[in-house]
């Protein structure tokens, strides 16, 4: 052979793995679109990404993550959804409140949305069906909103003494309205009332409790809210400054201090959520992956709490709490 054509011959076969690096297919992106900030979502982000990791992707490894935090502000979200449709990512992964999901639907109808809920989907109108999902959008709902007249019947179980039992509800929220009516309901069937206060930003959370003490509230139901779960420090902390008992949403509340709490689980949600994102970008189509729904529910009470406030828990409502904190 020539010197000339075995050279050739060298620098092309040298260009043979340049050329199948530049055939590899780009790493798919997901994003995420979260009515939260990035502070806030620490410890869900963690459970999604385990999520993830079950179903064999790893950030940094063979997927990209773009987020994108609307701080709060649900008026930001429209525009981030657009954001992260002119990034082309993979799919969506729509979380920390119905109003991610519903601009993540609004914004596109061809790349796969992946959402999170604690209402019903298919009320919302994000979904034609639980079992059937269809178009471009499925997810986990993990029902949250329709326990509330459960935490009204266990804070009345604890506290049956109370004829007026406080609700705090943030009027922003979407199921504001529905909500209030279902709890009057569940209220009338066990023979209280309910004072229902809004509580849609800080300059209103303080106020809410005084107003409470002072229309005789003796317990108090927390409904279920992404804001209510960003300020569940405080929810707490003023709980214990007015001596008033209270249930909340989810378990954070009660290892923070609250009295107790009645939900599902939130981390596994959000690790099923990461599961599903993985199912997607292994080529499931979300009009065929139905609606994920919680099977496991959580009562948590906390004894120290309840010293605290003079409370004994009755021995049946504590036999059936699944996690005792003393």
Do not use: C
């Not at 979904?127 to 326990?147: D, K, Q």
């Not at 004829?163 to 066990?190: C, M």
């Not at 206060?197 to 959370?205: A, C, I, K, S, Y």
């Amino acid at each position: 052979m020539r010197r000339r054509e075995f050279m050739a011959g060298l620098a092309g076969a040298a260009a043979w793995p340049l050329a199948a690096r530049a055939q590899q297919p780009a790493m798919p992106v997901i994003g995420v679109l979260d009515i939260r900030s990035a502070g806030e979502a620490v410890f869900t982000l963690t459970a999604f990404r385990s999520g993830l990791t079950e179903a064999g992707f790893s950030e940094g490894r063979n997927v990209a993550i773009e987020y994108r935090w609307a701080d709060g502000l649900r008026d930001r979200l429209p525009a981030l959804a657009a954001d992260l449709i002119n990034r082309q990512v993979t799919v969506i992964a729509a979380t920390g409140s119905p109003a991610s999901a519903l601009a993540a639907k609004a914004a596109t109808t061809t790349i796969p949305i992946v959402f999170l809920v604690g209402d019903d989907p298919v009320k919302g109108g994000l979904v034609a069906s639980i079992s059937r999902p269809g178009g471009n959008a499925t997810g986990v709902a993990f029902l949250v909103e329709a326990l509330e007249p459960k935490r009204l019947g266990l804070l009345h179980e604890l506290i049956p003494r109370a004829d007026v039992i406080a609700v705090l509800v943030n009027p922003n929220s979407p199921t504001a309205e529905a909500r209030s009516r279902e709890l009057h309901e569940a209220a009338r069937a066990i023979g209280v009332q309910i004072l229902i206060l809004n509580v849609g930003d800080d300059r209103e959370l303080e106020p809410a409790f005084t107003t409470l003490v002072h229309r005789g509230a003796g317990a108090l139901l927390v409904t279920a809210d992404p804001f209510f779960m960003v300020k569940r420090e405080q929810f707490v902390a003023l709980a214990a400054h007015h001596a008033i008992p209270a249930i909340y949403f989810f378990r954070e509340f009660a290892s923070a201090g609250g009295l107790m709490s009645y939900s599902t689980s939130l981390p596994d949600a959000y690790r099923q959520t990461g599961i599903y994102v993985g199912r997607v970008l292994k080529g499931a189509k979300p009009a065929d992956l139905p609606i994920i729904q919680p099977t496991k529910f959580e009562f948590v009470v906390n004894l120290k709490t309840a010293k605290t406030l003079g409370l004994t828990f009755p021995p049946g409502l504590l036999a059936i709490a699944d996690e005792v904190i003393e």
